[in-house]
Each structure stands twice: as C-alpha cells, then as structure tokens.
C-alpha cells in the first residue's frame, strides 16, 4: 500500500540549539539510475525508492550523469514510497571533475538539463560496452533509450558549470572528493577557493579527518556521505543523518529545510558537517 505523503523520520530527537525542535532525516544525496549507462538496469526509479525506504532513509537524491531525464519519474516514485525526492544531476566538467547539482524545485532542474544538452558531446552509447541508458516512468515502464554516452565530459569548465548551475538555482557540490576517479581533489591536487563551495561530498566518512587536515580549506565545510550507488544494495544505508527543523511538517517544508541547511543559511548557518 503507497502512502501518499512522506512520513516523518520516527527516531524524534529535540535539540535545543537555538530552541528549534529538530529532527534526524538519514539521506542518500547521490544515486545514479539506469539512465546512467554505468547503472545497474535495476536501477529503477520504484526499485531505488523501495529499497531506500526499507533501508530507513528518509531523503534521497537522483543524480544521473549530465541529465535529469528520469528526475520526474524519480520524484513520483519516492513519493509514493513515503520519501522526500530531490531532483539532482552528476554533471562531468571539462576537466574530468564529477560535480552534483541538487535542485530544490523539478523545473528548475529539467531547464538545467535541457541546458546542459548543449555542453554535451555528442559519442554514441556503445550498449554492449558501457550499458543500457533508460527513459523509465514512475511504474519502471520504459518510454526511451538515450543514444549518446551521457557521462562523457562536458565542454563546462568547473567555474562555467557552477554559475550555470547557480543560474537554475542549484546547490552544487563536488562529488566524492575521497576519491581518485573524477574527485577533485585528486584531479586539481587541492580544493580551489572559487568556486566557493560550500559543500562537499565524501562517499567514506572514514576519510573526512585525514583528508580535512591535509586540505586546509576544507574546514568549516558543510559535508555529506552518500553512497553513489549504481547498485540497490550500495544504497546507503541509514547511518548518515542531517538535523532539519520540520514544523509545520510538509514534504516541500522539509526539502527547503534542507536546502537551507546545505547552504549554511538561517539557524543552519553555524552547524559544520554532518553524523
Ligand atoms: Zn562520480
Ligand atoms: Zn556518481
């Protein structure tokens, strides 16, 4: 039975920082569908909200490679699994550096992504090699298959690619900077000061110490740990959480909640990092 209406998270904690109730919502900001041709085909939008609601999250994030072509599918799904949807993309700069975009609104990410076509470049999917990429609708019917590589690199620079991001109104961080691959600390050597990110993402919280020493301006970031999983069972599960105020409680109260908290803005502005 669907319910129709994102539940909230069950395990009620009160803090009194500042005298705003709180409560914990366990996230994964960083899943790839099986519209990403190196995402497993059962990578479905229902399939990935199922299993991240039996996981016990509560938000969850779809980022395909430079599109959101299955964002609407993916917000309806989670939805109907009782769970907060955000819209989102990986989007590969120019310099091979994966970067996520997280939209508070689906509009806003849908003209991002037909805006992102024009950086895209154009390479044939090569099916038997890299995978299938998959159109699918909230009930994992499939309704088209895209034909060029989606994850190849763009034509935007880092910079170039964070202000077109800004400009849908995107929250962009770089993505597992603990990695070698695509991270960009590894790519760069280092975490630029511009853009100004005021997030970033690991996929092992294990590395945050050791990496926030050896990088100076890592401190004082906001952080978050998703999984980027190509698989259901790499979705994370529920372990890493992010304090929202929730009242009055709605699905889009929440979202904004947690955009804000990404953001560093409002009574988020002096909370660093993430559980
Ligand atoms: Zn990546
Ligand atoms: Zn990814």
Same mark, same amino acid.
């Given at each position: 039975?669907?319910?129709? *209406?994102?539940?909230?998270?069950?395990?009620?904690?009160?803090?009194?920082?500042?005298?705003?109730?709180?409560?914990?919502?366990?996230?994964?900001?960083?899943?790839?569908?099986?519209?990403?041709?190196?995402?497993?085909?059962?990578?479905?939008?229902? =399939?990935?909200?199922?299993?991240?609601?039996?996981?016990?999250?509560?938000?969850?994030?779809?980022?395909?490679?430079?599109?959101?072509?299955?964002?609407?599918?993916?917000?309806?799904?989670?939805?109907?699994?009782?769970?907060?949807?955000?819209?989102?993309?990986?989007?590969?700069?120019?310099?091979?550096?994966?970067?996520?975009?997280?939209?508070?609104?689906?509009?806003?990410?849908?003209?991002?992504?037909?805006?992102?076509?024009?950086?895209?470049?154009?390479?044939? =999917? *090569?099916?038997?090699?890299?995978?299938?990429?998959?159109?699918?609708?909230? =009930?994992?019917?499939?309704?088209?298959?895209?034909?060029?590589?989606?994850?190849?690199?763009?034509?935007?620079?880092?910079?170039?690619?964070?202000?077109?991001?800004?400009?849908?109104?995107?929250?962009?961080?770089?993505?597992?900077?603990? *990695?070698?691959?695509?991270? /960009?600390?590894?790519?760069?050597?280092?975490?630029?000061?511009?853009?100004?990110?005021?997030?970033?993402?690991?996929?092992?919280?294990?590395?945050?110490?050791?990496?926030?020493?050896?990088?100076?301006?890592?401190?004082?970031?906001?952080?978050?740990?998703?999984?980027?999983?190509?698989?259901?069972?790499?979705? =994370?599960?529920?372990?890493?959480? /992010?304090?929202?105020?929730?009242?009055?409680?709605?699905?889009?109260?929440?979202?904004?909640?947690?955009?804000?908290?990404?953001?560093?803005?409002?009574?988020?502005?002096?909370?660093?990092?993430?559980?």
């Amino acid at each position: 039975m669907y319910s129709l *209406r994102a539940s909230r998270p069950t395990s009620f904690v009160q803090s009194f920082r500042k005298y705003f109730k709180m409560n914990r919502y366990y996230y994964d900001l960083h899943i790839h569908s099986c519209l990403s041709p190196c995402g497993d085909d059962d990578m479905t939008p229902a =399939n990935i909200c199922g299993m991240a609601a039996l996981k016990g999250l509560h938000i969850v994030a779809l980022t395909d490679h430079n599109t959101c072509g299955n964002c609407r599918s993916f917000l309806k799904a989670a939805s109907a699994n009782g769970l907060i949807g955000i819209a989102g993309m990986e989007l590969t700069t120019s310099e091979d550096v994966h970067i996520v975009c997280l939209f508070e609104f689906l509009d806003d990410a849908l003209e991002f992504s037909k805006a992102v076509e024009a950086y895209r470049t154009p390479f044939p =999917n *090569r099916e038997d090699i890299y995978g299938k990429q998959m159109y699918l609708d909230e =009930n994992d019917e499939v309704i088209g298959v895209e034909e060029n590589f989606l994850p190849i690199a763009t034509s935007l620079s880092i910079d170039d690619a964070y202000e077109l991001a800004l400009s849908y109104n995107a929250l962009v961080y770089p993505a597992h900077i603990d *990695r070698m691959a695509n991270g /960009i600390v590894a790519t760069l050597g280092t975490l630029p000061d511009t853009p100004d990110f005021g997030c970033v993402e690991y996929k092992d919280s294990s590395c945050i110490e050791e990496l926030t020493e050896k990088i100076p301006s890592l401190k004082g970031k906001k952080r978050v740990v998703n999984s980027d999983a190509h698989y259901l069972w790499d979705i =994370n599960e529920a372990e890493n959480y /992010i304090e929202l105020d929730d009242e009055p409680y709605s699905s889009a109260y929440v979202r904004k909640q947690l955009f804000m908290y990404l953001r560093g803005q409002g009574r988020y502005a002096d909370t660093e990092g993430t559980v």
